[in-house]
Each structure stands twice: as C-alpha cells, then as structure tokens.
RNA sequence: GCGCUUGUAGCUCAGUUGGAUAGAGCAUCGGAUUGCGGAUCCGAAGGUCGCAGGUUCAAGUCCUGUCAAGCGCGCCA
C-alpha cells in the first residue's frame, strides 16, 4: 500500500529539485520530519539549508524555487519557507480526509509496505538455556523478539522466529548432577551440593517428576545415568519454558537443538570448511580459531579442546553455518548483554565462513535489574536467584509486561521494581490505550443500541469533522503508515508505543470535549467513522506489539 | 587494567540518521462530572541533558578527555 505521507512529500521535493533547475547530483538525503511546534506545520523539511551548502546559492533562494511549484499541490493547504532554511507542509483537509477513509477501507493493510519484497528473514531470540525457567531479561528479548518479528512482516518480509536450545556441554552436565543430588535428598541422604551446580528449587520439583516417571532405571550403576536425567530435565524444563512464552503471547515456528547439530556432525564438517580456509592451526594440543587475522584487536579462540571436544564457539559458528544456509535474505539475532563480547568473534567466523559481515544482524539488548523496592537482585540461573518471568507475568500481567519492556529502546538499562510495577497497575499507560480503544467499543456499542446504522465513508460527509480535536485526530493517523515503517526500518519497536500514547491522548482529549452521538444526524455519522478508524488503528498497533485490545476493562 | 554499552525532571523512560523555545508517564499541588465508561480531562511545579573542552549557521545528538554505573574479557555456555 506504500501510505507513506512523508514519502510523497519527499517525491514532490524531488520533482521541485528536478523542476527548478537543481542538480540531482547536489541533492542530499531528504530528510522530512515532524516538527515539535505546531505553527510550524505538519510536516518540515531543512533540504533548503543542506542544499544551500553544496550548491553554493543561499537557502532563500532555494526554498522559493522548492516551494513555488509545490503552492498548488492538493496535498497541502500551505507551504512556507522559513528562515534559516526550513520548509514547513501544512497538510490539506482533502487530504487528511482520504487518508481516513483509507484506513476505514483498508484497515490493517493501511500500514502495510512493500519494503521487505517477501525476503526471508529470520530472528532468533530468548533462546534461553534449557537449565532454569524464563527469567524477567529474557521477557524483555521475547516481547522485542516477537513485536519485532511482526513489525517486519506487516512491512512485506516473510518472517520465521528460531529459539536455539543449548542442550550440550557443560551446562548440561552440571544440571544433570544437580538434579541428581536433588534426588539423594529426596531419599533422605545428606549430600553435599555440587559447588557449580544449580541451585533453584524448581530442579526439586524436576527430581520429584523424575523419580516418579523414570523410577527404577534411576539407580547409581545405572549407564548413561547423568545422561538420561540431563535429557529428562531439560525436557522438562523445555516444557515450561513454552508454557511461558504462549503465556507471553510468543511463539516459535522453529526449535533448533544444538545436539542435532552434533549429531548430523555439523561440527567437524564446518571445521574442517574452515581449515580449507586456512583459518585453523593447532597449539597446545587444540584447535584454535584465528579470530586476529580478522580482527587484530581479537584474541584467537579455542575450537577443539585438548580433550577432543568442541567448545561452544565451534557448535555456534556451525549452528550459524546452518542458518545462513537455509537460504534467508536476513538473518537477525537478538542477544542480551551479557554475550556482547562474544559480537566480534561471531562477526569474524562470518566472515570466514564467505558471508559478509552483514550477513548476520546482532541486537543488544541491556540487562533488566530488577528491583524490589529498595532491594536490588541480580539475575542469575546458576544460584538460583532470579525473578521468573511467570512470576511478573501473574502480578502485572502479559500486557502491562510487554508494554514496559516495548517502551524503551533496547539498548537502555533498565530498572524492573517489581513494587512499582505492581503498585503503578491501574495507572499504568497501557491501561490509558486500552481503556480508549474499550471507549470506542461502546461508543459503537451504544450507535447500535440506538439503532444507529454507520454508513460507508463514500456516502459519509466527512468535511463535518471541522474542530482542531478532530483535525488533530486525522492527522495522527494519516502518520501511522510512516511510524510502522520507520520502526521496522529501524528496528525499533518502541516508536509505536510512543506513538500509541500519543494517540490515545488525543482522542481522550476529543472525547471530552465534544459528543460522538449527538443530535446532528450527519455529523454523528462522520465522527462515528473517525472513531472506528482509531479503533482499527489502535488495535492494529496492539496487535502488532503483541497486546491485547479489550472490548471491556 | 582493556573492551562494549549507558548517564536527560524526585522516579521510570522518550527525544525523528545534527535542526527551530528539551518531552511523556508516575509521584506532588490545584481545578473539572445532573452527557457516548472519571482507568478521563485542564492547570501548576519540576532541567547547568554526568562534568570539561572541541567541531558548526545549529549539539541532548558528532569528536576528545574525565567521572560514575552495567556487562564482558575461560580449552564455561
């Protein structure tokens, strides 16, 4: 649909470029914003200014020869420029009016784009240890993960969302022994704690389940012993960590193990891609990867231990082999900071691998501290101190959840107080966007009561809508289009609860001020009409960030 | 010690790839309802954008230095 209102006026600045004389190869980037102030329009532009400097004539100039030919455009009821070497649109009524009915028509298509041409893309996020349940950081990467995820594919992308299970390794072994000692307690033996081990109590529900369900296969001459009670409690775990997520509203169209990349021996195959490459050499009796010969400022790093097995580097640079290969024209991963310094060496087996650097997108997202009034807990799987996502999930809720975590950018640090959140529910701002769409709702509940048919906007005299509430209103939405498209662009999901609010104020602002249902048969019809296009906007924008949009509170 | 990230109102955060007089919510204080949902609306107060330099027509935004916080610097994952 492409109902981008900034780019349209970006092609009229072109055209005027074209029309006066400049030369396109002076042109800049045109860079249209909104500005802060509304006596200076809708919309502005500083093209006068960047062009004055690279074509030597001065800004005035240049913003007479732009704005002539642009006087009269439909599209605007005004165009100024202005000292030092701005040019302000002011958008036409007509113009605001068609975009509503637009919106009416085309509903969640309205902010639909062309701009991902049906590319595969693909995120991986959470992609938590299957060691502990899902705490409140990996909250904060599911709600981005997935309100990203369908951010992209409004904008023409075909999206696919991978979690990426860690079941190998170390990790797993020392879940495997904790659970074991879990279960001696449970039979009554003092046991000493494995000290790396891990320490939450959910691992005592686990050996409880394990006993009841494995029984007699669990005794300590048993083979493969830790083996069987890590795949049993990852299992179990894995069970959980899905039962969180559907709860947070995420889903996965694909669970990838790391063992089933062992075991289709992705790993010695990608080594041994790579020693091709020459990009291997051994020292001290393992495998190094030569990290330095793409990056000089990065140590080089082991790949295949003395031992013989394979670190987790070698099993991740195979894992991403594998993505790569599957053909997507994006592949993104999302990863919270604490594998920031993990970002180099990753970028660097890319590149030796024969993808460039951008072939694989890297999201940071900082930690979430959390806060229990003045109490500070950090997060840790390993001792057992975390607060559960669950946990949050049942004392704010999935929406005022997702709507915290989606209101900052994700590169901020940001304080969790369990006591605030909780306190601050019936105040909190998602509950201001909800309750305007459940406004909506009866409003059009209370037309239909009145028997109060709506008429379709082409029968509809929408030029009634003449108050500043109601221009305001329009011309919020006629933005929308641009929002979505520059969050997905950007990758930031955040403007649209930003732009969300903003809504929402104004139609309270509205509400109040004037009567949707009044004794004006034809001016109730057309504000019924802008009504319902907020409605559609702002549960389409919900939706998007993955909230829901309540008929009732 | 080195690297990455972050410092904006009492608190939690926005601030449009450098733009025009720095914003919102919460908290505080004051006001609004015989109207479609008061979980609302209106107003007040609150700032040396960590600090110091620099770049330029223009800096919260870019550069350098400095202070503070978070994270990372394993043949852990």
């Given at each position: 649909?492409?109902?981008?209102?900034?780019?349209?006026?970006?092609?009229?600045?072109?055209?005027?470029?074209?029309?006066?004389?400049?030369?396109?190869?002076?042109?800049p980037?045109?860079?249209?914003?909104?500005?802060?102030?509304?006596?200076?329009?809708?919309?502005?532009?500083?093209?006068?200014?960047?062009?004055?400097?690279?074509?030597?004539?001065?800004?005035?100039?240049?913003?007479?020869?732009?704005?002539?030919?642009?006087?009269?455009?439909?599209?605007?009821?005004?165009?100024?420029?202005?000292?030092?070497?701005?040019?302000?649109?002011?958008?036409?009524?007509?113009?605001?009016?068609?975009?509503?009915?637009?919106?009416?028509?085309?509903?969640?298509?309205?902010?639909?784009?062309?701009?991902?041409?049906?590319?595969?893309?693909?995120?991986?996020?959470?992609?938590?240890?299957?060691?502990?349940?899902?705490?409140?950081?990996?909250?904060?990467?599911?709600?981005?993960?997935?309100?990203m995820?369908?951010?992209?594919?409004?904008?023409?992308?075909?999206?696919?969302?991978?979690?990426?299970?860690?079941d190998?390794?170390?990790?797993?072994?020392?879940?495997?022994?904790?659970?074991?000692?879990?279960?001696?307690?449970?039979?009554?033996?003092?046991v000493?704690?494995?000290?790396?081990?891990?320490?939450?109590?959910?691992?005592?529900?686990?050996?409880?389940?394990?006993?009841?369900?494995?029984?007699?296969?669990?005794s300590?001459?048993?083979?493969?012993?830790?083996?069987?009670?890590?795949?049993?409690?990852?299992?179990?775990?894995?069970?959980?960590?899905?039962?969180?997520?559907?709860?947070?509203?995420?889903?996965?169209?694909?669970?990838?193990?790391?063992?089933?990349?062992?075991?289709?021996?992705?790993?010695?195959?990608v080594?041994?891609y790579?020693?091709?490459?020459?990009?291997?050499?051994?020292?001290?009796?393992?495998?190094?990867?030569?990290?330095?010969?793409?990056?000089?400022?990065e140590?080089?790093?082991?790949?295949?231990?003395r031992?013989?097995?394979?670190?987790?580097?070698?099993?991740?640079?195979?894992?991403?082999?594998?993505?790569?290969?599957?053909?997507?024209?994006r592949?993104?991963?999302?990863?919270?900071?604490?594998?920031?310094?993990?970002?180099?060496r990753?970028?660097?087996?890319?590149?030796?691998?024969?993808?460039?650097?951008?072939?694989?997108?890297?999201?940071?997202?900082?930690?979430?501290?959390?806060?229990?009034?003045?109490?500070?807990?950090?997060?840790?799987?390993?001792?057992?101190?975390?607060?559960?996502?669950?946990?949050?999930?049942?004392?704010?809720?999935?929406?005022?959840?997702?709507?915290?975590?989606?209101?900052?950018?994700?590169?901020?640090?940001l304080?969790?107080?369990?006591?605030?959140?909780?306190?601050?529910?019936?105040?909190?701002?998602?509950?201001?966007?909800?309750?305007?769409?459940?406004?909506?709702?009866?409003?059009?509940?209370?037309?239909?009561?009145?028997?109060?048919?709506i008429?379709?906007?082409?029968?509809?005299?929408?030029?009634?809508?003449?108050?500043?509430?109601?221009?305001?209103?329009?011309?919020?939405?006629?933005?929308?289009?641009?929002?979505?498209?520059?969050?997905?662009?950007?990758?930031?999901?955040?403007?649209?609860?930003?732009?969300?609010?903003?809504?929402?104020?104004?139609?309270?602002?509205?509400?109040?001020?004037?009567r949707?249902?009044?004794?004006?048969?034809?001016?109730?019809?057309?504000?019924?009409?802008?009504?319902?296009?907020?409605?559609?906007?702002?549960?389409?924008?919900?939706?998007?960030?993955?909230?829901?949009?309540?008929?009732?509170?």
């Amino acid at each position: 649909m492409d109902n981008s209102i900034k780019k349209l006026v970006g092609d009229f600045l072109y055209k005027a470029c074209q029309e006066s004389g400049i030369s396109l190869e002076h042109l800049p980037p045109i860079f249209i914003n909104q500005p802060k102030k509304k006596e200076r329009g809708d919309l502005s532009t500083n093209l006068p200014f960047s062009l004055s400097q690279r074509t030597g004539k001065s800004a005035s100039q240049i913003g007479k020869l732009l704005t002539s030919p642009l006087e009269n455009e439909k599209l605007f009821s005004r165009v100024e420029f202005i000292l030092p070497g701005f040019i302000n649109f002011f958008i036409s009524d007509l113009y605001l009016k068609q975009t509503l009915k637009k919106l009416l028509i085309q509903k969640e298509k309205f902010t639909q784009f062309s701009l991902g041409e049906g590319k595969k893309v693909q995120i991986e996020f959470v992609s938590a240890n299957p060691t502990g349940p899902l705490h409140i950081g990996h909250g904060r990467a599911a709600a981005f993960g997935d309100s990203m995820a369908n951010i992209l594919s409004r904008v023409g992308y075909k999206v696919e969302r991978e979690y990426y299970i860690n079941d190998v390794g170390g990790q797993i072994k020392r879940l495997s022994s904790s659970v074991w000692s879990r279960l001696r307690e449970l039979e009554g033996e003092k046991v000493s704690f494995p000290q790396d081990g891990y320490k939450g109590e959910y691992l005592i529900e686990i050996a409880k389940k394990a006993r009841k369900e494995l029984g007699s296969k669990l005794s300590e001459t048993a083979p493969h012993l830790l083996d069987l009670l890590g795949k049993f409690a990852t299992d179990e775990i894995l069970k959980e960590i899905k039962v969180d997520l559907e709860a947070f509203g995420v889903r996965f169209d694909n669970w990838v193990r790391e063992s089933s990349l062992h075991q289709k021996k992705a790993i010695p195959q990608v080594l041994s891609y790579l020693q091709e490459k020459n990009c291997l050499y051994e020292k001290d009796g393992a495998l190094w990867f030569k990290t330095s010969s793409f990056l000089p400022d990065e140590e080089d790093r082991v790949l295949r231990r003395r031992n013989g097995d394979y670190t987790y580097f070698a099993s991740d640079i195979a894992y991403h082999q594998d993505k790569l290969r599957r053909g997507f024209d994006r592949v993104i991963d999302i990863w919270g900071a604490d594998h920031i310094g993990y970002v180099p060496r990753m970028k660097a087996a890319i590149q030796a691998l024969d993808y460039p650097e951008e072939a694989l997108e890297i999201i940071i997202h900082q930690m979430v501290t959390l806060k229990r009034g003045k109490k500070r807990v950090s997060a840790s799987t390993r001792k057992g101190e975390f607060i559960p996502l669950k946990e949050v999930l049942d004392e704010v809720g999935k929406d005022a959840a997702r709507f915290f975590f989606l209101s900052c950018t994700c590169g901020s640090h940001l304080e969790f107080d369990l006591e605030l959140a909780k306190k601050q529910t019936p105040e909190n701002p998602v509950f201001y966007i909800q309750y305007a769409y459940a406004r909506i709702c009866s409003i059009l509940e209370n037309a239909r009561e009145n028997r109060i048919k709506i008429k379709s906007p082409d029968e509809t005299g929408l030029d009634l809508l003449t108050t500043l509430e109601e221009r305001e209103l329009m011309r919020k939405l006629s933005l929308l289009p641009d929002e979505v498209y520059e969050a997905a662009k950007s990758l930031e999901p955040h403007r649209l609860t930003t732009y969300l609010q903003e809504l929402a104020a104004l139609f309270h602002q509205f509400y109040t001020r004037h009567r949707v249902i009044n004794r004006d048969k034809e001016l109730t019809q057309a504000r019924l009409l802008l009504v319902k296009a907020i409605k559609i906007a702002i549960g389409d924008v919900l939706g998007l960030l993955g909230i829901s949009a309540p008929q009732k509170m």
